[in-house]
């Protein structure tokens, strides 16, 4: 089973890439609304978050873990991989490479929760591979609660992506990373306010391909994965409004079950 775990409905987008990569595989969901966002809180608490969501997957059965949130994969997934005997995956360094891969001119920019932004860690992975890479980062805090209140088409989000792209778009990025599992969701309003000619990158994307090439190359690991075909997902807080999200998120009818963390 593949275990996924996101602070709230915005690793859905990872859950619909794998279900679309990997058509069959069981997967189990975590989406911590209970305790989200994790973008405002402190380093220690998103870590001992992603340490209990982490536990909450492997004692339901999963075998990867894919931590299906840049705030979590941005300052836990040391610990994450340190306590837990098993494949875990995190979403930062899959976008990272594929940015630097599409990328012609090397002017990326990021964006993503205060805590990702923060934690400066896109732009210390991007250096890393390419000084010469200019990377331009800027948090946009209010995304997530638009995103989990289902407001994607409503033009005050418009005017608020509008804004946040606005400082990035003045230095020329060619290409832009969705640096937070939620923004998929706002991909068409954020394409246009960034320009048609701003390569997005999707860190939802970028996780599941990383995923399909690690089972492809262990064969033996690949076949220890259950594939009937199974989808559970868990929430520790269950609201009309979550629902109604993250329907339209995998765009089909799902059941949140809820579960105490
Ligand atoms: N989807 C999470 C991320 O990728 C949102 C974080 C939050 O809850 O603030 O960063």
Redesign the pocket.
């Known amino acids: 089973m593949i275990g996924i775990f ?3 409905i ?2 859905l987008t990872t859950v619909k890439a794998i279900m679309e990569k990997l058509p069959g595989y069981d997967i189990v969901y975590f989406g911590d609304t209970a305790r ?5 809180k402190s380093c220690g608490t998103v870590i001992n978050y992603s340490l209990e969501n982490s536990k909450l997957l492997m004692e339901k059965g999963a075998k990867l873990i894919i931590m ?6 941005s300052v836990a997934t040391e610990k994450v991989k340190e306590n837990f005997d098993t494949p875990v995956f995190e ?1 930062i360094s899959p976008a990272v490479k594929r940015a630097l891969k599409e990328s012609r001119k090397k002017q990326i920019g990021i964006i ?2 205060r ?2 932004i923060k934690s400066n860690v896109y732009e210390k992975m991007i250096k890393g591979f390419d000084k010469s890479a200019s990377v331009f980062s800027e948090p946009c805090p209010l995304l ?1 609660p638009l995103v989990e209140e289902g407001w994607t088409e409503r033009p005050e989000t418009a005017m608020i992506v509008k804004k946040y792209i606005q400082p990035l778009k003045v230095r020329q990025i060619d290409t832009l990373v969705l ?5 998929p969701v706002l991909k068409d309003v954020i394409q246009r306010k960034a320009g048609k000619r701003v390569k997005l990158i999707d ?1 939802a994307e970028a996780v599941t391909d990383e995923v399909v090439n690690f089972l492809q190359e262990n064969p033996d690991f690949d076949k220890s994965l259950s594939k009937n075909g199974k989808t559970d997902f868990f929430v520790s807080d269950v609201t009309e409004q979550f629902k109604i999200t993250a329907r339209s998120i995998i765009k089909k009818r799902i059941e949140l079950k809820h579960i105490e963390i």
């Open positions: 996101d602070s709230g915005g690793g989200t966002p994790y973008g405002t299906a949130c840049n705030t979590a994969s979403v993503g929760t805590g990702t997530v640096g937070c599992t939620h923004y860190s």
